[in-house]
């Protein structure tokens, strides 16, 4: 080589090694930068997070009131509001709940109104087209005008309260408001009634199931039909008098179609797949929106005094849907769990009574195809026709969506009429849907969606006067139970369930749309026969979601009942036994045995026992699963073979009919249903690959195994290493690298979850008991309550999730009464 070839090289070197150089400085330079805008981020985040914590201490001077109000605060941040009238304790609600909640009730309006794209862009625009088509914010507008006075002034104050604090703190408003850039509108009674109508779609809404079991019909016989959608099972224990026995279904509408075009079922199952996650985007397979609830009388506790306790399943979120206040002045003293937006006590207890809900999932929703035609008089006016033949006008509302970033989208709902309401026709909401479809809906009713009960259910003192609260009451449909200091308890189904057809010759329920007459709504089924009992001889009552109705019911309230596992649990454990506690209570409510995945255990071992397989890991699985206890504990390596099979065997049994329609089934009892085939193992289900049921069931294990990649030895395996819980903000804690720089935890953490969505602590890692409480009518002390995180959705605050521990391991928080242990006082002066 020669000199100036060396030199050359030199040179080169020596420029790659400047280049390096300066790259290196400069990342080095970039990396600095980085560190000092994450450092200034999170110093940032950290001030506004601690500037917008709430005034809990001192004085605040706020219009709006006309007596002073004191604010009691305990460790776990309850607010005991003392005022002096019911419009002050109204306004104080508002504005305390918005001390800790403020951000959580805008997005709640919001999501029920279909306006979060106004705030999040075109990420939500598909939910808000969703929420156009359902009405929900002309639903709540159609409502006010029928409040009654004394309502009306209630939902002004609490309100005004909202508005008082959202007032007070500009320029310090919650975070989340200032990370999105934006600020809240005022609070109105109209948003009060969105977020009870949200709480109305979360458990009611089965027209998707309808839209589903439609498809599937056309593809099975009659008989695998009858497999797939029981109306109860033999384990029901309803809470009224009769022997509970399976109930037959209703038989489907007959086909009459009113013309090809409109009726002809054209909509693929990926269309129902797109509704669904739309409407219930975070929502678990088989987690049903329920609840536990359950009293006994004084001749099973150690006090001679009834308890009464109730669980409600919701989805899970931080913060959770449930805030926890007591309330009282010279006309009302309450204290339980509220719903942010919504004032007075939703469950809890007052001096007297105590009370509890569950859902009782009477349908309450129809689908009408409806037959439409261009007007003779004006081809631009389409008419409907009604079920007696005439034909009317198809009424519109303009709707418009703003979305941040860009533009807006308009959208016209049409409007027909059944039941004597207006129906949105919501086909354009679901994909590919070529039919007028029509949505009746209980909600759609202004005069029982203007019912509020809940001021006199706070102020009853007596189960007739509890009873009579809800008398009116629109929905949603809810399963009451209820106890008192006198020694009663009792349950009343409540909310309003259409009567279909003739009201002296009902035509029952229909499980998919509807295109005969019959159907039409002609009224409410009565209240004084609603299912119903008042201290009953076992002196237990308990509801789980499954069926409630007895035997000779007058009328059919679902068909599409919940499993009955966990309500079955409750009676076994509760009806032989005496001198029961409170701290009993919460021992039923964490109870993890499943009987219903028990039983399969035991099929599946004596499956792989008479199987052809020489596979040592599955006859491991066998031995393991022989002994089980059926507890689903998160430590079980039976409880985890048990799930992963049950979720493989699904699509072994329904894609060889079904191919990719499958994934439709969905049915509430669908639990119940599986157990019954591998109990039955009847021919008509077996695939043709397999010789017999054993084969299957082996073949199962060996796939859920696989999906789940457990590991060699089973022995080190474990349910909790599949079945976890990540509560996470859905602003701070969805994105990782933010949750690195952001200056407070976002959630609790990730953890184990014992139970499964049959047992009686059902969860999943978005799913299960969004508060737990007992009422103890010996002694209104010794009552609990548990939340899952804590009261306030700020990450700063001490009472943002200060709650878990004692929600995850099952640890009683008392529920103050007449002694409140204050940590803190607030004064709210006129």
Known sequence: MEVTDLQAVATSAERRRRILKHVGISAGVVLVLALIAGVS???????????????????????????????????????????????????????????????????????????????????????????????????????????????????????????AFIAESEGHLPLEFRLL?????????????????????????????????????????????????????????????????????????PDAPLDETQTKLTLPSSSIEELQHVLHPFTCDGCVSGSNNWAVSGAHTATGKPLLSND??????????????????????ATGVALPGVPFIIVGHNQHIAWGFTASLADVQDLYIEKLRSSAANPKQREFQTHEGNWLPVATRQEVIHVRGGKDVPLEISLTSHGGHPTPIISPMIPREQRPLALAWVIYDPEITASLPFQAVNQASNYEQFVTAFRSFGGPSLSAVYADDQGHIGFHAIGKVPVRGDAQHPSGLSPVPITDGSYEWSGYVSYDLMPQALDPESGVLATANARITADDAPYTLSLDWENPYRNERIWKQLLPSKGLTAADMMKLQLDVYSDGDRVIAQKLAYAIDHSKTKDKRLHQAADLLRVWNGNM?????????????????????????LGSDWRLYRWNSRSFVQEELISHAPARWLPSQYSDWNDLLTAAVQEGLRDEH???????????????????????????????????????????????????????????????????????????????????????????????????????????????KAQHTLTLEP
Do not use: C
């Open 41 to 163: 981020l999170r110093l940032w985040l950290s001030h506004a997070l601690n500037a917008s914590l709430p005034q809990v201490d001192g004085t605040v001077h706020t219009r709006g009131l006309s007596t002073a109000v004191k604010v009691e605060r305990t460790a776990e941040g309850m607010p005991a509001i003392h005022a002096g009238n019911l419009h002050d304790l109204a306004f104080a609600q508002g504005y305390v709940t918005a001390q800790d909640r403020l951000w959580q009730m805008d997005m709640l309006r919001r999501y029920a109104e279909g306006r979060l794209s106004e705030i999040l862009g075109s990420m939500t625009l598909e939910h808000d087209r969703a929420q156009r088509y359902l009405q929900l914010g002309a639903a709540a507008d159609a409502a006010l005008p029928h409040v009654a006075p004394d309502q009306m002034q209630l939902l002004n104050a609490y309100a005004d309260g909202v508005n």
């Open 181 to 253: 850039h934006y600020s809240p509108a005022k609070w109105t009674p109209h948003d009060s009634l969105l977020v009870g109508l949200s709480m109305s779609q979360e458990l009611a809404t089965s027209f998707p199931t309808k839209l589903a079991r439609e498809t599937l019909t056309a593809r099975l016989s009659p008989e695998l039909l009858a497999d797939l959608y029981p109306v109860g099972s033999w384990r029901d224990h309803p809470p009224v008098d009769g022997h509970p026995s399976l109930s037959a279904p209703n038989q489907d509408p």
């Open 312 to 333: 409600m399943h919701l989805g899970l979120d931080i913060p959770g849907i449930w805030y926890e206040t007591s309330l009282e002045s010279p006309e009302l003293h």
């Open 633 to 657: 504990e998160t430590n079980s390596p039976a409880a985890a073979i048990v799930s992963a099979t049950r979720t493989a065997l699904w699509p072994m049994l329904l894609r060889p009919l």
């Open 710 to 820: 457990a590991p060699g030895d089973l022995s080190h395996w474990s349910y909790g290493a599949m079945h976890r819980i990540d509560l996470q903000h859905p602003l701070y804690g969805t994105n990782r690298i933010f949750r690195r720089i952001f200056p407070a935890p976002a959630g609790p953490g990730n953890f184990p979850l014992p139970g499964d969505t049959i047992t009686v602590r059902a969860g999943s890692a978005t799913f299960g008991a969004s508060e737990r409480f007992t009422a103890d009518l010996a002694d209104w002390e010794n009552s609990n309550l548990n939340l899952p995180v804590g009261q306030s959705g700020n990450p700063s605050s001490a009472n943002f999730r200060d709650q878990w521990t004692n929600w995850y391991d099952g640890k009683p928080l008392p529920l103050p009464w007449n002694t409140v």
